[in-house]
């Protein structure tokens, strides 16, 4: 099933794309289906990262996620539906 393959495929990417991904068990990093919609299937991708959420190496960081998920999506062929969200929990640790 390509969804199936879609979040495999963000998982991997984003382990490429991003060094600073914390992935020793101290913090998630999940990427789950979430919800069915009428139009579409709403995906949660949840990943933390050695950084403080400030300054150019966080937004550079944050814009490589954002790529990382764009190149696995792109390659499996599966389209977004607009609008697109993405949404932090204000009080995570990425918040710190």
Known sequence: M???KVVSEI???IKLSCPELILDGSR???VHWRDFKQDHLEVIVDCHFNLKPV???YFNNRQ???EAIARAVHRLEVEFTL???IC???GSK???
């Open 94 to 96: 990425a918040w710190a």
């Open 83 to 85: 609008p697109t969200q």
């Open 88 to 90: 932090a929990k204000e």
């Open 2 to 4: 390509k969804m199936d």
């Open 11 to 13: 998982k991997e990417e």
């Open 55 to 57: 300054g150019d190496a």
């Open 28 to 30: 998630p990093f999940r």
């Open 64 to 66: 490589r996620v954002l």
